[in-house]
């Protein structure tokens, strides 16, 4: 991922430290990563409990794997340049409510996230959110990987060159992914919908249990990180998330 790992208990190093993930076990280790920590840094907490930790700006499911934890890890490592860059004071001067998009890239993606995650609250979880949704949408759906395909390709090393090579490829190349944003008083509703061949309800249940296992994982990952729901329509080629927002305080609390 063309970052600098350490890994174990005792690795924490001297040099500054952008994003942290821990365990339980270990989350009291935080304190010695926020000695050392680089700008806008971000704990990620694989926990147990099903409360955030104060600690953790992202708390993520224990039985996350490799798949979706990479995915995490790189739109955070996104949100968190977007946050150190200029671009990030810009901040949205007014409220979006009904969008739609586009995207084909991974680094589409990224921006995206990142730019809808900043209308939102807990702008940090909703971009990575984001990002995980629309990765799945082109890494699975455009681009037909399998879940095991690609945790081969992070255990090899060469999973951003599978996803060049096949981005680059006359069958895949025009493939898009389509987001309709949609925001109420209460709920903000973002459908995601890929260019992929789908699959039927049969298959999706009993015929590949790697994809409905994967399906469940990223559904517990997304209500991790504060969405309320998740769930796919159309023979699987769309994903319609959502996330319900605080209402807004009365004229009087605000004065108040």
């Known amino acids: 991922m063309d970052v600098t790992v350490y890994l174990g208990p005792q690795s924490v190093p001297d040099g500054p430290v952008a994003v942290m993930l821990v365990d339980d076990a270990n989350a009291g280790l935080v304190e010695t990563a926020r000695q050392h920590a680089a700008s806008a840094q ?8 099903t409360r955030r930790s104060g600690r953790a ?39 979006l409510h009904n969008a739609t998009f586009s995207v084909r890239t991974m680094a589409e ?3 995206l996230a990142n730019f809808l995650g900043a209308t ?4 940090c979880e909703m971009a990575v959110g984001l990002y995980v949704l629309l990765a799945n949408a082109i890494e699975f759906g455009n681009l037909g990987f ?7 390709g992070l255990a090899t090393g060469n999973w951003r060159r599978k996803l060049a090579q096949r981005l680059a490829e006359p069958g895949y190349a025009s ?8 925001r109420g008083e209460r709920l903000v509703t973002i459908l995601v919908q890929d260019d ?12 590949e249990p790697e994809r409905s296992s994967y399906r469940s994982r990223i559904v517990s990952v997304l209500k991790s990180l ?16 959502s996330v319900v927002l605080e209402p807004a305080a009365s004229p009087a609390a605000r004065r108040a």
């Open 42 to 49: 971000k704990i990620v907490q694989v926990t147990a409990g």
């Open 57 to 95: 700006d992202i708390s993520l499911p224990l039985d996350i794997d490799a798949g979706p934890l990479a995915t995490v890890i790189e739109g955070l490592l996104a949100y968190r340049e977007f946050e150190i860059s200029p671009a990030a004071a810009l901040e949205p001067v007014m409220t």
């Open 109 to 111: 993606a990224s921006r």
């Open 120 to 123: 939102l609250p807990h702008a």
């Open 146 to 152: 399998s879940a095991a395909e690609k945790a081969q």
């Open 175 to 182: 493939r898009c992914a389509s987001i309709e944003f949609q």
């Open 196 to 207: 992929g061949d789908g699959v039927s309800v049969e298959a999706d249940m009993s015929g």
């Open 226 to 241: 504060g969405f309320a729901e998740l769930t796919w329509l159309s023979a699987g080629v769309t994903a319609a998330a």
